[in-house]
């Protein structure tokens, strides 16, 4: 049985092209067997190459690490576009990196700080933002006391999954990525609360708060914001299938 039949076998909606990114990985015939075979079973596609595809960036992910979602691009394009050169963003709960460093190509000059609370998600990041500061730690709690009301753009793509929903998910991220990446908490919204109630002392007068969020959550979304102290709008990208909340904090 040839590769793309046995990936299409295993429910590969598009065999050829992880055929053929398979075989351009693999040193020889047994190393593409093993890598399909590790397909077949589950394993995402990204860790088996070693990279993802995010923004028109090759991002370094590694087994374990949670690999970036196309849409969270719509997430990293918003988060530019609030930033100019010499802006400082923060990248928090960063995983891998992907959004600051789509952030970083679009908008050279900003100043870029990046945090997560999982070690190898954190060495990740660092491969991928040779020229950030990224820091190992749970939220803000990691970041340079000197920040404090001096950022101008913190992004966050929490997990927003709610608990009770994370059996429902494909197996290749149930069993390969970790649960801290995926679980939200009761409604999905637990980070996004923490998030919000600590982003206020962070940002200047008329910095920017944005995260990633379901469209069924996005109302009960919007009110954390503002409970928060923020002015907020959702925005949608209906290509991506992609839904954010983008707040202010008053000037």
Do not use: K
Not at 51 to 66: C, D, M, Q
Not at 94 to 108: F, K, L, S
Not at 169 to 193: C, I, K, N, W, Y
């Amino acid at each position: 049985m040839d590769v793309v039949t046995r990936l299409r076998a295993a429910g590969c909606v598009f065999a050829e092209d992880e055929a053929r990114l398979l075989t351009e990985a693999a040193g020889s015939p047994v190393e593409l067997d093993e890598l399909v075979a590790a397909r077949v079973a589950g394993e995402p596609l990204e860790h088996l190459l070693g990279w993802a595809e995010f923004a028109g960036l090759r991002i370094a992910v590694t087994s374990g690490v949670f690999v970036p979602r196309r849409r969270t691009e719509f997430l990293a394009e918003a988060a530019a576009g609030l930033c100019g050169p010499g802006s400082v963003v923060v990248d928090l709960c960063c995983g891998c990196g992907a959004i600051g460093a789509a952030v970083a190509a679009a908008v050279p000059g900003v100043v870029l700080h990046a945090a997560d609370v999982d070690p190898a998600a954190v060495a990740c990041a660092r491969r991928n933002l040779p020229t950030a500061e990224v820091h190992l730690g749970d939220l803000f709690t990691p970041l340079p006391r000197a920040l404090r009301g001096h950022v101008d753009v913190v992004v966050a793509n929490v997990p927003y999954v709610p608990t009770a929903e994370i059996d429902w998910m494909p197996v290749e991220a149930r069993l390969h990525e970790p649960l801290s990446a995926l679980d939200g908490g009761a409604d999905g919204l637990g980070f996004q609360r923490a998030v919000a109630d600590g982003a206020l002392d962070w940002l200047r007068p008329g910095g920017h708060l944005l995260v990633e969020t379901s469209e069924r959550q996005s109302p009960v979304s919007l009110e954390v914001f503002a409970g928060a102290g923020f002015t907020a709008e959702v925005r949608t990208c209906d290509e991506r299938d992609s839904t954010i909340v983008v707040g202010t904090r008053p000037r």
